[in-house]
């Protein structure tokens, strides 16, 4: 008579490389997760971000000088050629300009040529992939009323 130790050997062994490539894709997914949440969460900062800077832009009236001072005083950051921008590293924590260390770039870039105050907001990465942009257009209000 035969023995069934053979059979019942191969069996468990084709039951654990089941179980293998199960936790494979598991963990797989798990990861294609955590780098989709990633992305999620630093768009909802970024968007938080740009509408910050917009609503304090708007808030100083038609002056786009006073506009981009006023961001610069309120969210930091510094003015090059006529566009006030902010360096982030990946905990969205302020950097300073040329660090190694910056992920995350929030630019407003002024249109001065438009005949309403205007400005477009951008966040990108440092692979410069735009995670949000904003165009912000706003009126002048008298103070007369």
């Known amino acids: 008579m035969r023995s069934k130790t053979p059979l019942a050997l191969m069996e468990q062994l084709v ?5 293998a490539l199960a936790a494979a894709l598991c963990i797989q997914a798990f990861a294609a997760s ?13 968007v938080q971000l740009a509408q910050s800077a917009a609503e304090i832009m708007k808030s100083r009236g038609g002056d786009l000088v006073q506009a981009q001072s006023a961001a610069m005083e309120r969210l930091g950051g510094q003015l090059s050629q006529g566009v006030w921008y902010v360096l982030y590293d990946r905990d969205w924590n302020e950097v300073s300009d040329g660090s190694a260390e910056a992920v995350y770039r929030l630019e407003a870039q002024p249109d001065s040529n438009a005949e309403q105050p205007k400005a477009d907001i951008r966040v990108s990465m440092e692979d410069g992939k735009t995670l949000i942009a904003l165009p912000v257009v706003w ?6 009323a």
């Not at 039951?15 to 179980?19: E, P, S, T, Y």
Request: proline residues 0%.
């Open 15 to 19: 039951m654990v490389l089941v179980f």
């Open 34 to 46: 955590d780098r989709i949440s990633g992305t999620a969460a630093a768009r909802d900062r970024a």
């Open 139 to 144: 009126q002048e209000v008298g103070g007369d």
